[in-house]
Structure formats: C-alpha cells, structure tokens
C-alpha cells in the first residue's frame, strides 16, 4: 500500500504538500495541485483518515438525523447539506429516526461513537426527554436544528417561516369563496405545526370566519395520517376546502376525497404545505406552499461547519421564506371567482 511519502517523493514536493493538496486546507497553485494528484492516482493512494482524525482530533464527518427520509422533501434537503459538507471536505453521514425520540436517541449514541464532529438534527416528536441531546453538546458537539427548531435548547437553527407560509395558502382559499375550509396538521407536539395551525387561524379570523375546531384534524405527516384525518373531516364536517400541512398526508386527502365519491376541486378545494415534484403530475396539479428545501440542508450545513471553525459566535436563527404556487387543485369553476395566474 502506498505512502503519502512516496507520494511527495514521486511529486518532487514536501509530505506537507501533499497533505495541503489533500485536504484542500491551504490553497496551492493549479499546477502543482495537479501534478500531486497525477502521482496520487498513479500510486492509487488513499489517505488514512483514521490516523489523521486521532492526530488533529476531527474525523471530518458530520452526522445529519432527518425523521422521514421516504417524504420526498427530505431529500433534497439533505442533498443540500452534503453539498455543503462535500465543499468543505467534510463527509456526511444520514440517519432516519422514523420520527421517534427513542430512535433519535439511539442515532444520537452511535454518532457520537463514531466522534462526528457535529451533528444537523431534524427533531424527531419529542416524548420531553431531550437529555441526548444536552449530553452531546455538553460534550462539545455542536448541533444544528433544521426544519424543526427545538425551544427548549438553544441551538443553532434553519427553518422556514411556517406561520407566514400556511396564512397565506388559506388566505388563497378564502379569496376563492371557501368558508368552510378544514386544516390536517403535523402532531401539535411539534412547533412546525402549530406555526401552521397559527397561521391558518390568523387567516380566517381576519376573515371574520368562526373559528370551528372540529374542522382541525391532527395527522403525523404521514400519508396514513392525513388518510384518516381527512376521513373525518370529510364524513362530519364536509368542508369545501382543505389545506394538508404537508404533502404526504396531502396523497391521503385525495384518497378520501377519492373513496367519498367526492372531486377536487369541484366538490372539494386542496391546497398543501411542501411542493414535491409529483405536485404537478397529478391531476389535478396540487396549488402549493413550496419551500427552499435544498437551501434548507446546505445553509444548515455552512452554519455546522462555521460553528466547528469558530464555536463561539453568536448563534444563529436563519429563517427562509416560502413560496405560494397556485394550481388548479384549488381553482373553483365558478365564473365569478378570481382569475389566477397559475403557477408553471
């Protein structure tokens, strides 16, 4: 097995050298980079990191947990923090905590096993013990939240403005006529959800619209959840409209609409928080709140990476923006309502 000094040998340069063009930490000219890498394929030569990490104690990894990586806004959300990571030489490790705290925690232990340098968390509902969570950043591991700040830690955090996203979906529904518009939320335990709940009752308070709680149905942003939320809502309420807080209970809602006899958006108006990409292959196309998913990861991650270099500046609380994309999934027929621009 080849050598770094065999390396520098062949290259004609320092074992310093060939470590800088290594790790990309000190920057080195065009040339003599690729005349070093030339003779590190040559030779097939792979740095020992292990070694390395004991040396410098960083082992360049970070651990992102996410609580659902079979939602597709996921995915893209942690394709942005590898990025991220991939820029700064830093390896990405992802683990799904199917949305259970015991799981989390059982994540948590094997990151730490494995002295990852930090950590992006996508909170899992939490059962109220945070205690892995203060025990890795006792322990000098910093984390950063995203998508799901945690206000019992202060932590750095990238989130979305939740409220503002959902006030002005259901604002777009009261603006088409609906009145009797349902809401299928994420489990209240969760911050997220209840920004969106907030915003949907801001929404029609301004309105003048009384505030009905049976026309709330609590989901697990699950496709299963909003099936069974939506059942209700549909079978005891029959609202006109209903706004899903995320896609996946979004593909249950059109389910129950489906198996009620009913149609969207003739008989039933929907509007989703999230915009995956089968928000327009469907028929028809769902009007949704889209969010800077991959921004999402990769702001996250620089924030990590920041925090690892310099952990001792202020924290940070980014918060992005959404977007509202009208489609016909919540256009009514009616020739007196509002002439959208509908979005591409």
Not at 165 to 193: F, M, N, W, Y
Request: net charge neutral; charged share 25%.
């Amino acid at each position: 097995m080849p050598t770094i000094k065999e390396v520098a040998l062949r290259a004609r340069v320092s074992v310093g050298t060939v470590s800088n063009v290594m790790s990309g930490t000190v920057p080195v000219s065009e040339k003599l980079r690729l005349r070093v890498m030339k003779i590190v394929r040559d030779l097939d030569y792979h740095p020992n990191h292990v070694a390395r990490s004991l040396k410098i104690r960083q082992t360049k990894m970070l651990g992102m947990v996410v609580s659902d990586l079979t939602n597709p806004f996921f995915p893209q959300v942690v394709r942005g923090a590898e990025d991220a990571a991939w820029q700064h030489s830093y390896m990405l490790l992802t683990f799904n905590s199917d949305d259970r705290a015991e799981r989390e925690r059982e994540v948590f232990t094997a990151l730490r096993a494995r002295r990852v340098d930090g950590i992006l968390l996508v909170a899992a509902s939490t059962d109220g013990d945070l205690s892995h969570i203060r025990g890795a950043v006792d322990a000098g591991i910093p984390i950063v939240c995203l998508d799901r700040a945690l206000e019992a830690i202060p932590l750095d955090s990238v989130t979305v403005d939740n409220f503002a996203g959902a006030k002005a979906c259901v604002q777009h529904l009261i603006d088409s006529g609906h009145e009797r518009i349902g809401i299928i939320t994420g489990p209240l335990t969760l911050e997220i959800a209840r920004d969106r709940l907030r915003g949907y009752r801001k929404a029609i308070d301004a309105a003048g619209i009384h505030f009905n709680p049976g026309m709330v149905g609590e989901g697990h942003f699950r496709v299963e959840g909003g099936y069974e939320a939506a059942l209700r809502l549909l079978r005891e309420r029959r609202p006109t409209a209903v706004f899903s807080c995320n896609a996946m209970m979004t593909l249950g809602l059109l389910r129950a609409i489906g198996e009620c006899g009913l149609r969207c958006p003739e008989d039933v108006a929907v509007a989703t928080f999230d915009d995956p990409v089968f928000s327009e292959a469907l028929r028809p196309r769902l009007t949704s709140v889209a969010q800077p998913c991959y921004d999402l990861g990769f702001k996250a991650a620089e924030i990590l990476i920041n925090r690892l270099s310099e952990p001792g500046i202020k924290r940070t609380q980014l918060v992005l923006q959404t977007e509202l994309r009208i489609r016909e999934s919540s256009i009514s027929r009616d020739v007196n309502a509002p002439n959208y621009a509908l979005a591409p």
